[in-house]
Structures are given as structure tokens and as C-alpha cells.
């Protein structure tokens, strides 16, 4: 079984940038998640989506941060414009439904310069 | 707020020592709970949850965690270590009849051959 795709692994930018990240969850997972980790913290639920609806976004910043999941399928996470702070791996995961095993993907290291 | 405390933020073991690492919640209502590790270069992944039952759960790899709902507390153990233990591991609360998820800021642990 394939598990959550992640791209790019890696991405520096200068603040105020833009950059996006993509996420593929395992087939047929229903619910997508967005994580922000920074280091030395656990992560930090930035939105959920169940199939292609957010189901929660209290702690996605959405002056700066969206997030889509057209088709209920692929999921991108857009910072526009970054800042310094925003430098943390950014994980995706996917469960089949919503409060049940998460599976991550390998994540996206973002360094905002 | 809601929050989840780690309370050793490094552990260091001799192989064939026991482990216990620490969790706890503030949240006065029902809640799912789980531990995820992360050995080295690799994804988080799921150790062991909890959702009902018995509160002294069984997960992969020898490990177990007791949930004491009168402590708030999901604290992960093992009687023996191996150096393959060694990684960052995150205990997380689901609270009960939301979509809200919380982490811990993780313990490192490193086991010595």
C-alpha cells in the first residue's frame, strides 16, 4: 500500500515569498490533514479536511495560509506571503475516517530566509 | 486552553532498562488518545490508542500505555528497551466529538547499546 505523498521535501525561500506545498493521502483515506512543526514542539493541526469540506481550521493563520483539497483527493497548502516564523516541516497525513490511526507522510522542510 | 504535557523532553536508557515516558491533559471531557514515534528518518507512526475498554492498552514493538482518568494521564511504557527504540516519540489527544487533535512536544529517546 503507498503511503501519504509529500512534495517538495525541501524548500527555502526569502520572507515574503510565496510557496506551496502538495499532498497525496493513501487511497480512499477520507480525512487529510495539514500540520505545522516547528522545531523542538510537536505538531500543530493547521486544518482538516473530510473528503473535499474543512471540517477544521482554528489554527490555520488564513492571512497568510489557504488551503485547498479539490475532488476530496490531492491537498495543497499555500504561504502567502511567508515570514521567518513560518520556517518548520510541514506534515501531511490521511485516516480513512475522522478520529481513527493517522498515517504521515514525510513531510516538507520549509526554511524562510 | 486545552494542552498536552511531555514531561521529559530527553531520556536516555541503557539497553534492557525499563521505560516509562509521561503524558498528560488538561481536557475535563471524554477524549481518544494515542502515542506515535518517529525513529530516524522515517514518518511518525502509530504506536498505540485508545478509544474505550480497557484502559492498559497494547501496542506494536513490546509497548504499552495505561490511560488513569482520574490522573488525566496516558503514560507509555516497556520493560525492556532495545537500541532499535531509539526515536522521538509524541503522545496526542483527540478530543471526544471534535475534530480537534492535540500533540505533545515529544521525548527523545536514546537507548545505549
Known amino acids: 500500500e503507498a503511503g501519504v505523498a509529500q512534495s517538495p521535501r525541501y524548500k527555502i525561500i526569502e520572507k515574503r515569498q510565496s510557496v506551496a506545498f502538495w499532498c497525496n493521502p493513501i487511497?480512499?483515506?477520507?480525512?487529510l490533514y495539514w500540520y505545522q512543526q516547528i522545531l523542538g514542539q510537536g505538531p500543530k493541526l493547521l486544518i482538516q479536511?473530510?473528503?473535499?469540506?474543512?471540517?477544521?481550521d482554528s489554527q490555520l493563520p488564513k492571512d497568510r495560509f489557504s488551503a485547498e483539497r479539490l475532488k476530496g483527493v490531492d491537498s495543497t497548502l499555500k504561504i502567502q506571503p511567508a515570514k521567518l516564523e513560518d520556517s518548520a516541516v510541514y506534515l501531511c497525513?490521511?485516516?480513512?475516517?475522522?478520529?481513527?490511526?493517522?498515517?504521515f507522510g514525510p513531510g516538507t522542510r520549509l526554511t524562510v530566509l | 486552553a486545552q494542552s498536552v504535557s511531555q514531561h521529559n523532553h530527553h531520556v536516555i536508557l541503557s539497553e534492557a532498562a525499563s521505560l516509562e515516558l509521561g503524558c498528560n491533559y488538561s481536557?475535563?471531557?471524554?477524549?481518544?488518545l494515542f502515542w506515535y514515534v518517529q525513529y530516524p528518518g522515517q514518518h511518525l507512526q502509530l504506536l498505540l490508542k485508545?478509544?474505550?475498554?480497557?484502559?492498559l492498552v497494547k501496542g506494536i514493538k513490546g509497548f504499552e500505555a495505561e490511560f488513569i482518568k482520574s490522573k488525566f494521564s496516558f503514560n507509555l511504557r516497556k520493560p525492556s528497551v532495545q537500541w532499535s527504540d531509539t526515536a522521538e516519540y509524541f503522545c496526542?489527544?483527540?478530543?471526544?466529538?471534535?475534530?480537534?487533535?492535540?500533540f505533545g512536544t515529544g521525548t527523545r529517546l536514546k537507548v545505549l547499546a
Open positions: 485508545y478509544f474505550s475498554g480497557d484502559p
Open positions: 487511497s480512499g483515506h477520507a480525512t
Open positions: 481536557y475535563g471531557g471524554t477524549v481518544n
Open positions: 479536511f473530510q473528503n473535499n469540506g474543512v471540517v477544521d
Open positions: 497525513a490521511s485516516s480513512l475516517v475522522g478520529i481513527d490511526t493517522q498515517y
Open positions: 496526542a489527544v483527540n478530543l471526544s466529538g471534535t475534530y480537534k487533535y492535540i
